[in-house]
């Protein structure tokens, strides 16, 4: 019997496997490994799924990733706006109001004083929601005319139906004094966990993944895994092949895991039915002109705008575009309670870039390609923390790990998935 399988062959599936050097087999559905850490060559055009950068605050990973790519990768200092009265303005928009019309400007600004004087906020201030997070933190301003609709926006549900268990690092929270200064000047002061990144200068984000799976042996390409007696701890997959296993670590989603298990534990039922997420609908369009954009990416909070979020690959490296040419990725939210037509939303989302005076004429698209991210953000909502909790622990005491962003049910970036893959390597070496 194979002592450990590992099922899915994205960063983290693949993390454990190089930390662990031997002892498991990794199965993964695709024909190439990587899961959303691929890029796909359109014509001369190269295009991540989605936006993919590399942020370090763990030095491991950081040693980590620069051995693996071996000096291909370029460093940047973040550019990124946002996009909102028909002006752009730095991010992170609450600390940056300078240059919105004055009654916008000023709104924010004794929003956040007003804020300041009502709330003393602690480390052990308890919030009711997101929404209260946001209203307490920056005041009603700075809540209407970016933070609220820019998240209801990306995860599809208003704020309020929202936790803040997910939140640091990822929403900065500037002082008194930098959101003044950011009202009055046009300050270039970095903000937050991204203001530094990297990204490989040749091969997209995939260059990390061929980088790690090459000292990742063996990798079954191909298998779809269908079912998971875990009572017999045996794997079937769609290929009709069978897997047995001692222990069984899943980089998979773990709605898909829990789908798979069989039979079906009943005790899991509710908690399984009550995981949410959203899901993105990432539209990429190679264009026939030059310098596109200075910016890496920017932010469209305002409803006329069907994207969330649009970045240009050809700032993160030059090999992502053929010579005269460049690129632009779209981010466009959808859910269940939020859905998108299909049909017709490439269109509406060429029409919205040219409003924003990003696109010229729709004639300059010159190659087009959409990827539909099923799983892009896990949403923490108020049953979230009761429900994965059950989950991990009826998993857990049947020999099975899940982990990563989707298989862990967490919102994580890439150095988290390397570090999970590490840290699950760690922890099953002893009992193989």
């Known amino acids: 019997m194979a002592p450990l399988i590992i099922l899915g062959g994205g960063l983290a599936g693949l993390s454990v496997a190089y930390h662990l050097r031997g002892g498991y087999t990794l199965y993964e559905k695709e024909v190439r490994p990587g899961g959303l850490c691929r890029s796909d060559q359109l014509e001369s055009f190269l295009f991540d799924r989605s936006g993919h950068l590399l942020h370090f605050r763990n030095d491991y990973v950081r040693k980590l990733v620069h051995r693996l790519l071996k000096g291909n990768l370029i460093a940047h200092r973040r550019r990124a706006w946002v996009y909102s009265k028909g002006r752009y303005t730095r991010y992170p928009f609450q600390a940056n109001t300078y240059g919105l019309p004055v009654e916008v400007a000023t709104d924010c600004l004794l929003g956040f004083i007003e804020a300041k004087k009502r709330y003393h906020i602690t480390a052990s201030t308890r919030y009711k929601n997101f929404e209260d997070w946001i209203l307490r933190n920056f005041g009603r301003g700075i809540a209407a005319h970016f933070m609220l609709p820019y998240n209801e926006k990306m995860w599809t549900l208003p704020p309020r139906e929202l936790t803040t268990e997910w939140l640091s690092p990822y929403v900065p929270r500037p002082s008194l004094k930098d959101v003044v200064m950011g009202a009055l000047t046009d300050q270039e002061k970095p903000f937050g966990y991204n203001a530094e990144f990297f990204y490989p200068r040749r091969g997209g984000i995939e260059a990390l993944v061929r980088a790690m799976a090459k000292g990742v042996k063996p990798i079954h390409t191909g298998y779809r895994a269908e079912a998971i007696d875990w009572k017999r701890r045996l794997i079937r997959f769609a290929n009709g092949a069978e897997a047995p296993y001692n222990y ?71 090999h992502m575009v053929p010579p005269r040419a460049s690129s632009v990725y779209t981010e466009v939210s959808y859910s269940p309670s939020r859905p998108v037509d299909k049909l017709t939303i490439v269109n509406k ?84």
């Open 248 to 318: 069984l670590i899943s980089a998979i989603p773990l709605p898909e895991l829990i789908r798979m298990l069989n039979p079906f534990p009943d005790s899991l039922e509710r908690a399984a039915a009550e995981l949410r997420f959203c899901s993105v609908y990432n539209i990429n369009f190679g264009i026939s002109r030059k310098n596109l954009s200075d910016k890496h990416w920017v932010y469209f909070p305002e409803k006329e705008f069907s994207f969330y979020r649009v970045g240009f690959p050809a700032n993160f490296s030059p």
């Open 349 to 432: 989302v060429k029409e919205d870039l040219q409003r924003a005076g990003i696109l010229k004429s729709p004639k300059e698209v010159i190659a087009e390609q959409v990827f539909d991210i099923k799983y892009a953000y896990v949403i923490y909502d108020h049953t979230y923390r009761k429900n994965v909790r059950l989950i991990h622990q009826f998993l857990q005491r049947n020999r099975i790990f899940s982990i990563g962003r989707f298989g862990g049910w967490k919102y994580s970036s890439m150095e988290d998935a390397i570090l999970d893959g590490k840290e699950t390597a760690e922890k099953i070496a002893p009992l193989l």
